[in-house]
């Protein structure tokens, strides 16, 4: 079992910056690809960018890529989410996410309790 717990949500302006950490625990977090997904209101969830186990390959859904950078610090068994450039569509529930697999998929082994980013225009 793995226990995910993230912080790091608030309220920005457009243009603005927030980096979301998740920590880890219960299981080598190593042995899990590690994720962000997001879900607006109203909207399905959707991913938001995804790390392997090793964090040598990482993936970014078209509307962040090049704002958002995800990074993972497997000693302190950490995920990281910054995202710079907010835009008020960025607006939604941010949720970690963990898969006992290479790579993130769309429905993960585990989720955390998720964290609310709002960006004001």
């Known amino acids: 079992q793995v226990q995910l717990v993230e912080s790091g949500g608030g309220l920005v302006q457009a243009g603005g910056s927030l980096r979301l950490s998740c920590a880890a625990s219960?299981?080598?977090?190593?042995?899990?690809?590690m994720g962000w997904f997001r879900q607006a209101p109203g909207k399905e969830r959707e991913v938001v960018a995804h790390?392997?186990?090793?964090?040598?390959?990482?993936y970014y859904a078209g509307s962040v890529k090049g704002r958002f950078t995800i990074s993972r610090g497997n000693a302190k068994n950490t995920v990281n989410l910054q995202m710079n450039s907010l835009k008020p569509e960025d607006t939604a529930v941010y949720y970690c996410?963990?898969?006992?697999?290479?790579?993130?998929?769309?429905?993960?082994?585990?989720w955390g309790q998720g964290t609310q980013v709002t960006v004001s225009s």
């Open positions: 790390i392997s186990r090793s964090g040598g390959s990482t």
């Open positions: 996410a963990a898969d006992d697999r290479q790579f993130v998929r769309s429905r993960p082994d585990y």
């Open positions: 219960g299981r080598t977090f190593s042995d899990y690809a």
